[in-house]
């Protein structure tokens, strides 16, 4: 049997990345869905009244430092609505280095907590010192994953994407991404 017809067999008999394509269809939509409304959810801080303390039936919030409930709400949709966009694309990405997107998941998480934290006059400040631990382990394991590519990709005849698909962590569904990080 020649390299090609064997190359070929083994394409046709190798299981699909995903499951059927109407299920690929209607996830899909749903991202999709969840990607567009972003502007909608940003925009939600212009319904907050302009007033220090915002009362509603769920819960009462006391602006402080923004002395503004609608800037202290401004703020905040500013630092999650990024948050919530990197963490579509860290659950969704397919390539071998989404977990760097935790560098900056773990900064605006940060920065979240922060604008939350009604005590702190100076937010967004001293996070990198936070960031260093995350971006220590981060950033060496994904430059040896690369590391790990490149030296196959020089001793095996494959190519990148077939080398990208073995280094992938391919879990069944939402949760089971999930639970492979936590």
């Known amino acids: ?21 109407k299920g690929n269809l209607i996830i899909g939509s749903i991202i999709a869905t969840l990607v567009a409304i972003t502007p909608y959810l940003f925009y939600l801080h212009e ?36 948050l919530y966009l990197l963490f579509l694309w860290f659950f969704t990405c397919r390539h071998w280095w989404y977990h760097t997107l935790l ?8 920065q979240t907590f922060d604008t939350l934290n009604k005590e702190v006059q100076y937010f967004d400040s001293n996070q990198l010192i936070y960031m260093i631990p995350i971006m220590a382990i981060i950033i060496p394991s994904i430059y040896l994953i690369r590391a790990q590519i490149f030296n196959k990709v020089n ?23 999930v639970k492979d990080y936590f």
Not at 60 to 74: K, L, P, R, T
Not at 103 to 110: C, F, G, L, T
Not at 156 to 169: A, C, P, R
Request: aromatic share 14%.
């Open 1 to 21: 049997m020649t390299k090609q017809k064997s190359r070929i067999l083994t394409e046709q008999n190798r299981p699909t990345r995903t499951g059927s394509p």
């Open 47 to 82: 319904s907050v009244p302009d007033a220090t303390i915002w009362n509603t039936f769920l819960f009462e919030y006391n602006s402080g430092f923004f002395e503004s409930a609608n800037v202290g709400m401004w703020v905040l949709t500013g630092k999650l609505i990024p």
């Open 103 to 110: 560098v900056p998941i773990a900064m605006y998480s940060y």
């Open 155 to 177: 001793t095996v005849n494959k190519s990148i994407e077939e080398l990208e698909d073995e280094f992938k962590i391919s879990p069944k569904n939402f949760w089971g991404k």
